[in-house]
């Protein structure tokens, strides 16, 4: 905030996200980290905090919950959907956006992270940069339909991986080039597969999240989807702040006392509220 020049008395509410050490949405059980009671008295800003709890407690996943912001997102760009919003972190997920309807929402397969499990395990490296490795290489394609045959490919979304669901070491028979661009053409064509699980193909896919900055990545993802691809930037959103807004505008539905989640995104059986918020007022003191 100092770096900014914000003035806390200027922010009416702060959305913390922590950190999930545990998450077991099955026991209805999910727990982040983070001392919200403590930020809120350290900064004299009251915070929204626990956003996963009311959902899991409800049946739900408990994620993802950035697609309420996507939607939100969507609407006010003006861009006209269908609209898919494709995000590429470790792992892929996709928003599908159609106007005023609730969103569906769902993780795809692997994102970047095999890619970067590949690069540090054979070069020390955690990224391939501007995907140029994969670029030099070739696609086995053999081991790419071995890869897509993975039963989560075909399970109904709802639903959610985690990071390590997946592994690249189906390819260490290969050359690092040829296996950084089967595990890239990998995280395409199952984003591709995403697609015969929404209600239509999207009329538009944008793509956030570290996958945007790999042009190989996108290059693929245009080869590969069944409509044209933009990045974030390239529509005008700050794609590399995408989810730090997404909880503040989250903080602001805590405020406002709307949903957070819905059917399509967590499996909750109806739209659910959720979120706590603790005053700065009534914080107790941060220690060290």
């Given amino acids: 905030m100092r770096a900014e020049r914000l003035d806390p008395a200027s922010v009416d509410i702060l959305g913390f996200h922590g950190q999930t050490v545990l998450h077991r949405p099955q026991s209805r059980l999910t727990v982040q980290i983070g001392d919200a009671p403590a930020l809120a008295e350290r900064l004299g800003v009251d915070v929204a905090y626990d956003f996963r709890g009311a959902d899991v ?62 690069m540090l ?58 296996a950084a661009a089967t595990l890239t053409a990998f995280t395409a064509a199952s984003l591709a597969l995403a697609f015969s699980q929404t209600p239509s193909a999207p009329r538009r896919a944008i793509v956030c999240g570290g996958g945007a900055h790999n042009p190989t990545l996108m290059r693929a ?33 805590v405020l406002k006392g709307l949903p957070l989640t819905f059917p399509g995104t967590t499996g909750v059986s109806a739209p659910t509220k959720g979120g706590e918020i603790t005053a700065a007022q009534r914080g107790r003191r941060a220690i060290g």
Wanted: glycine share 10%; hydrophobic share 45%; charged share 20%.
């Fill in 221 to 253: 993802l245009a080869d590969r989807l069944p409509c044209p691809v933009a990045t974030a930037a390239e529509v005008g959103w700050m794609g590399d702040a995408i989810e730090a807004q997404a909880f503040a505008f989250l903080a602001v539905r």
């Fill in 121 to 178: 395990a054979r070069t020390g490296s955690p990224v391939d940069r501007d995907g140029a490795t994969a670029a030099e290489g070739r696609v086995d394609e053999a081991i790419l339909q071995s890869m897509l045959s993975h039963p989560y490919f075909q399970k109904l979304p709802p639903k959610s991986l985690d990071r390590n669901d997946f592994s690249f070491r189906a390819t260490d028979e290969l050359s690092l080039e040829d």
């Fill in 57 to 118: 407690a409800a049946g739900g996943e408990g994620a993802p919950l950035v697609p309420a912001y996507h939607r939100a997102l969507v609407a006010s760009s003006g861009i006209e959907g269908p609209v898919a919003v494709i995000n590429i972190g470790g792992v892929g997920n996709v928003t599908f956006v159609d106007g005023d309807a609730e969103p569906l929402a769902f993780d795809t397969g692997p994102g970047n992270a095999l890619i970067d499990d590949l």
